[in-house]
């Protein structure tokens, strides 16, 4: 079984709304939930927080501000050939969102603008979410 370790980051901007991003179906294809927070798989070797700007900055092109902090950890098993550790961080953000090519369009919601996505927003970051 193949271990990866992810990072993901709810970000909020200063009117406290989240920042999701839509996954290209191009890129994504059997992707059911497509709408998302940013983050990826780390580099090993290289800080969390590290791994966390970086993946912040190849999708959006923000920064961030100050020190994230981690409000969930969660095990993400896909059959029987991986195992998923995915870590998210709450932050916040300066700059302009431009999107990579991994995405389509991004959305700032409120929580309330979250919860009517239903199953299109991704399932982990559902769960994430009911605890902030």
């Known amino acids: 079984m193949e271990l990866q370790v992810g990072v993901k980051i709810v970000l909020q901007n200063e009117e406290g709304k989240y920042l ?12 059911l939930d497509p709408w998302d927070i940013i983050g990826g798989r780390i580099n090993p070797g290289t800080p969390l927080l590290e791994n966390l700007q970086r993946e912040v900055t190849e999708e959006t092109g923000l920064t961030l501000t100050g020190t994230p902090a981690v409000v969930a950890a969660q095990d993400i098993l896909r059959g029987n050939s991986r195992h998923v550790v995915r870590i998210t961080y709450v932050g916040r953000v300066t700059g302009d969102v431009q999107l990579d090519s991994d995405h389509t369009e991004y959305r700032w919601c409120t929580r309330e603008e979250l919860a009517s996505f239903g199953e299109a927003l991704d399932q982990y970051f559902r769960a994430v979410l009911q605890t902030l």
């Open 20 to 31: 999701v991003l839509k996954r290209s179906k191009e890129k994504y294809p059997d992707v």
